[in-house]
């Protein structure tokens, strides 16, 4: 089964205002909330993880988390093996933006999710239908809970029958908090025409009398799925017919006061070993660098 990681970070807007790219910000020594947000996906066992970001954040991404990270389930398994070290299983990360055709009419926070759910099943499409997503799961930078718990319950995340919500205390994904959940390509499509449907265009519909449409929407109302929130976006998604995760506790780390509520909280998150975290590059086919 292919399970493809999304982290969406393009056109996010957050209250937290710091002198560096918010990403960035620390939830244990070390380790900071995209890095957070990648060691997620490889504990959910996903085989690629995409991360959907703009031109001007993509490259400090890059250098923080790499271009790929083992998968914590096997980085230690059979260490009595005399090739250990061959078991361990390496997931590539790719980094893609937002169409131009999108910019400035769908380019929500939300809809970044959709953008990358499409650029990993295009790609793998192209290269053998054998290869495609079966399932997606999506992991959001500002939503710090225990990332134990993926790891868990990575045969319930992998489910091909029911998605997945990680909720606490009635929050989810639909009430526009930052909490994992997964989705299929099916759901993608009946997502993506949702937000076709209700978005606003630059015309008004044409008069009966009118073939073609020939009057203007104001400038501030045209193509209004740019401000859609996650639950306009994701509506179409049956949280009564999916799996529910009940998590213990649950910070939203997009404001200062979210942010010292977790420090406060002592629910901690304690960083993976640096295997785990620090950025890995290839170089030149067919060699890799090392640990």
């Known amino acids: 089964m292919h399970l ?146 993926i790891r868990q319950n990575r045969k319930l995340i992998k489910d091909k029958k029911k998605n997945l919500f990680f909720t606490h205390d009635e929050k989810s994904l639909l009430s526009n908090d930052y909490l994992p959940f997964t989705l299929t390509g099916e759901d993608f499509i009946k997502c993506r025409r949702n937000v076709n449907k209700k978005t606003t265009r630059e015309f008004l519909p044409p008069l009966p009398s009118e073939k073609y449409p020939t009057k203007r929407l104001p400038t501030h109302q045209r193509w209004s799925a740019r401000f859609f929130s996650l639950y306009d976006i994701f509506q179409p998604l049956e949280e009564q017919k999916s799996n529910i995760l009940e998590l213990d506790w649950y910070y939203d780390v997009s404001s200062w006061n979210g942010y010292i509520n977790y420090l406060r909280s002592g629910n901690i998150i304690n960083k993976p070993f640096d295997a785990l975290t620090k950025p890995h590059k290839h170089v030149k086919i067919p060699y890799t660098l090392g640990e």
């Not at 969406?8 to 957070?36: C, S």
């Not at 995409?50 to 031109?55: Q, S």
């Open 4 to 149: 493809s990681g999304i982290i969406p970070i393009a056109n996010y807007e957050v209250e937290l205002k710091t002198h560096y790219p918010e990403l960035l910000t620390l939830v244990d020594e070390e380790f900071n909330l995209i890095q957070k947000s990648v060691y997620e996906c490889a504990a959910a066992g996903c085989n690629t993880i995409w991360i959907v970001a703009n031109d001007d954040m993509a490259p400090i991404i890059r250098k923080v988390v790499g271009e790929w990270v083992y998968d914590p389930v096997y980085y230690k398994r059979d260490l009595e093996s005399k090739f250990y070290s061959h078991l361990r299983r390496e997931i590539p990360i790719y980094y893609v933006g937002i169409k131009p055709k999108d910019m400035k009419r769908r380019d929500s926070y939300g809809w970044s999710i959709l953008e990358g759910m499409h650029a990993s099943y295009m790609t793998a499409y192209k290269i053998s239908k054998w290869l495609l997503p079966e399932k997606y799961f999506v992991s959001f930078p500002f939503g710090v809970f225990d990332t134990d718990v």
